[in-house]
């Protein structure tokens, strides 16, 4: 909504979900109010907002769970570059980090999630560096820090070694006392 290209990249979920996951901000409607819609209201919606706003682009690219690195999301951003210039990314989202494969180590490294994963995260922010933008990606914490105010970097899931290459880290739980005011801590 603020203008800027933004290259999705999911390993999780498919990418007409995320569409509509978007769509669905975009225009303000919940999931079963969009799907009410006939193609004709539907597309007529997206149109008449369009002309309200100026928006960015959003490319959704899906790859399978552990199938693809930071290898196969550079080629398809330069693909698309490659047939529409103005598409320079401005943003990348990895949905997310502990679904990508990494594109220097084999798979067999992954029994060290430590290594495996940290150099996934380096991965993405030299892609980050390489197109000179924001990139954005997720990682879960352990179960026993999912609940909890009290989370802590050694609470994530899968590798130390991510925050000491991260240049911002936030934390998001959803402890039982915060739930049913539908907040978050």
């Not at 925050?163 to 911002?168: N, Q, R, S, V």
Request: charged share 25%; proline share 3%; net charge negative.
């Amino acid at each position: 909504a603020m203008g800027y290209n933004v290259y999705y990249f999911t390993f999780e979920v498919s990418q007409s979900v995320i569409r509509h996951r978007m769509d669905c901000a975009i225009l303000g409607l919940d999931f079963d109010t969009l799907e009410a819609k006939t193609r004709h209201e539907y597309v007529a919606t997206i149109e008449a907002k369009a002309r309200m706003e100026t928006y960015g682009e959003i490319f959704i690219k899906e790859f399978p769970s552990g199938g693809a690195h930071t290898g196969h999301c550079r080629a398809y951003i330069k693909e698309i570059m490659k047939r529409r210039p103005n598409a320079k990314p401005d943003i990348i989202m990895f949905d997310y980090l502990g679904e990508m494969a990494s594109e220097r180590l084999p798979a067999s490294m992954m029994s060290s999630s430590n290594t495996y994963y940290g150099s996934i995260a380096r991965e993405c922010r030299a892609l980050a560096f390489e197109f000179d933008v924001v990139a954005w990606t997720a990682l879960q914490f352990q179960r026993s820090e999912q609940n909890t105010k009290d989370m802590k970097m050694e609470g994530q899931a899968d590798s130390i070694n991510i925050p000491k290459i991260l240049d911002f880290q936030l934390g998001l739980s959803v402890p039982d006392e915060y739930a049913s005011l539908d907040q978050a801590w």
